[in-house]
């Protein structure tokens, strides 16, 4: 990576440089306010075509080409975005957020008498009726392990609990278990930037002493010859810092990156929730939330949407997958664990107010109320409704680790409008998955684009990024570019077709999934889900097309 000539500045005593590659990326980088600023490699490469462009995207500008140059959309698809909060002022969204036409801007009445006050264009379920909004929230395991500890943490063992009580005391004792690992590496994490930061402010001074300046830039120490080792072990060490690709930016991110897990994420005693003043646990306390769509956090939602919905060939930003299409913003998302009852009626609300598909782009390792989620999903597919989920960043084996939302029901029945992606990259080869997705031969149907994707940032900006959060949207585009010229099929149809029309690689290999940096096996990708396809709306459209006419002639 070449070294950028940049001014290093000794700031004050808590002096900070730099972009340390020892630590973990963080999942996007910093906002541009145009494309133009990205290696353009990766502009829409999610639209490419695998044959004709050698690109493992998902087929979408081939399918624009050859198949809809002549033809009209029969219907526009509405696609509930479940997320953080979606900046649905973006010039690359103009026109495409859903509008409740049965609600009247501003005037605080719930005009439609739907339960929600002023719900123009979705509804936000993490603030209150005030405009105040939650934006950071604890992990579940660490809520449970605050309602549990008090009733079990003196237990020696499951002997000692009533047999009534033993599954609770079981998700006591592994939400302690995943809280205290979590701590201990957040803990150790902080003590290391503490020391790196010690070095990097001794190193600073040095320089500085000897360049006779508090400024310098990186050519002024590649320039220096000097007989006193300390000063040549200085350059060296920031030299070979710098030759990582370190910034200032990336290091202050991960230090804020760490403190908010500490004092928000893992602290038992921080409850935001008391701005909503709900009772969280009762599916029936509806009366909370806002029509603030956008809240304090619009960073994820908004690439989400824009992957979908971003308006395509206007020479602006990206293209986005669906041209009839309409996006319902929904905040349920904090920058935590989203909690069970939010997301229930998030799902009710999607539906009930004409959704056709739902994307989810987020999860978690402990589900609480999973029936109130339970409840909600079982109605969205008795209405018909599609539920695309992101299978999750843990690098896990979702066969063997469950996530949650889950299709799977307490029942042991399983949702069948609901699409499982995992995140898969341009190329095929050892790092066609994407380091950190998760996978499954049962649980995971299909992978798509989830690997650098540039997508839309909030206030007219964009980004680059990783994640099955990306991904779950390029299948959630295509689901809806696919029913807006084939409506009559069901929910249940168009997820068949989604499927079976991937692209599908059975001789092909690719490294596990493993964020730990261990040594990664290899694994055929045929093995890494159901379907061993990457989505492919060309082929969807074109097996669409058979499934109507088969249904056609049966009518």
Do not use: C
């Given at each position: 990576m070449k070294i950028p000539n940049q001014k290093i500045v000794r700031t004050s005593a808590s002096l900070l440089l730099a972009g340390l590659t020892v630590f973990p990326a963080l999942?996007?980088?910093d906002p541009a306010?145009?494309?133009?600023?990205?290696?353009?490699?990766?502009?829409?490469?999610?639209?490419?075509?695998?044959?004709?462009?050698?690109?493992?995207?998902?087929?979408v500008n081939r399918a624009y080409k050859e198949l809809l140059a002549n033809k009209k959309a029969k219907k526009t698809v509405v696609v509930a975005v479940i997320d953080s909060g979606i900046d649905i002022h973006h010039e690359d969204l103009k026109g495409k957020i859903w509008t409740n036409k049965k609600e009247v801007a501003g005037n605080g009445q719930d005009d439609d008498q739907n339960g929600y006050?002023?719900?123009?264009?979705?509804?936000?379920?993490?603030?209150?009726?005030?405009?105040?909004?939650?934006?950071?929230?604890?992990?579940?395991?660490?809520?449970?392990?605050?309602?549990?500890?008090?009733s079990y943490q003196k237990v020696n063992a499951i002997s000692e609990v009533p047999v009534a009580q033993q599954p609770e005391y079981k998700t006591y004792l592994l939400a302690k278990q995943t809280y205290e690992k979590e701590l201990a590496k957040y803990q150790q994490t902080k003590q290391n930037?503490?020391?790196?930061?010690?070095?990097?402010?001794?190193?600073?001074?040095?320089?500085?002493?000897?360049?006779?300046?508090?400024?310098?830039?990186?050519?002024?120490?590649?320039?220096?010859?000097?007989?006193?080792?300390?000063?040549?072990?200085?350059?060296?060490?920031?030299?070979?810092?710098?030759?990582?690709?370190?910034?200032?930016?990336?290091?202050?991110?991960?230090k804020e990156h760490t403190d908010t897990f500490l004092e928000k994420h893992l602290n038992l005693d921080f409850n935001p929730r008391t701005v909503i003043a709900d009772n969280p646990e009762s599916i029936a306390d509806?009366?909370?939330?806002?029509?603030?769509?956008?809240?304090?956090?619009?960073?994820?939602?908004?690439?989400?949407?824009?992957?979908?919905?971003?308006?395509?060939?206007?020479?602006?930003?990206?293209?986005?997958?669906?041209?009839?299409?309409?996006?319902?913003a929904l905040r349920a998302v904090p920058e935590g664990d989203e909690r069970d009852k939010d997301i229930a009626l998030a799902i009710r609300y999607a539906v009930d107010n004409g959704a056709n598909i739902i994307n989810m782009s987020f999860g978690k390792s402990f589900s609480p109320q999973k029936s109130?989620?339970?409840?909600?999903?079982k109605y969205a597919e008795s209405k018909n409704v599609l539920l695309v989920h992101a299978a999750g960043n843990e690098a896990t084996d979702n066969d063997k680790v469950t996530h949650y939302p889950s299709r799977v029901l307490d029942n042991g029945s399983q949702i069948k409008n609901w699409i499982e992606v995992g995140a898969s990259s341009r190329m095929l080869g050892k790092d066609f998955v994407g380091v950190f997705s998760n996978y499954g031969k049962k649980t995971v149907d299909l992978f798509a684009p989830g690997v650098d994707i540039i997508s839309l940032a909030p206030e007219n900006k964009y980004a680059k990024m990783d994640g099955t959060?990306?991904?779950?949207?390029?299948?959630?585009?295509?689901?809806?570019?696919?029913?807006?010229?084939?409506?009559?099929?069901?929910?249940a149809e168009l997820k068949d077709v989604i499927l079976k029309?991937?692209?599908?690689?059975?001789?092909?290999?690719?490294?596990?999934?493993?964020?730990?940096?261990?040594?990664?096996?290899?694994?055929?990708?045929?093995?890494?889900?159901?379907t061993g396809g990457i989505v492919n709306a060309y082929e969807a459209l074109l097996l669409a097309e058979k499934v109507v006419k088969q249904k056609s002639a049966k009518s």
């Open positions: 999942a996007q980088d306010p145009s494309v133009s600023a990205f290696d353009q490699t990766y502009v829409n490469w999610y639209n490419l075509d695998p044959v004709q462009d050698k690109v493992q995207g998902a087929s006050v002023d719900d123009v264009h979705g509804w936000g379920f993490l603030g209150n009726a005030s405009g105040e909004n939650i934006r950071y929230e604890t992990y579940e395991y660490v809520r449970l392990l605050r309602k549990l500890a008090p930037l503490a020391a790196f930061e010690k070095v990097l402010i001794q190193v600073q001074n040095v320089l500085a002493d000897h360049l006779k300046t508090k400024e310098y830039t990186l050519q002024d120490v590649q320039r220096i010859s000097s007989p006193d080792q300390n000063v040549m072990n200085a350059r060296a060490w920031l030299l070979s810092k710098y030759s990582q690709g370190l910034t200032v930016e990336s290091f202050l991110k991960y509806t009366k909370y939330g806002n029509s603030d769509v956008m809240g304090p956090r619009p960073t994820h939602g908004t690439p989400v949407s824009g992957l979908i919905a971003a308006l395509r060939g206007n020479n602006l930003g990206i293209d986005g997958i669906a041209e009839d299409v309409q996006i319902m109130f989620v339970d409840e909600a999903v959060s990306f991904s779950s949207p390029v299948v959630s585009g295509v689901a809806a570019l696919v029913w807006s010229h084939y409506p009559e099929l069901t929910a029309s991937a692209t599908v690689y059975p001789k092909e290999t690719a490294l596990y999934p493993n964020v730990e940096n261990e040594t990664r096996k290899k694994a055929k990708f045929s093995d890494l889900s159901a």
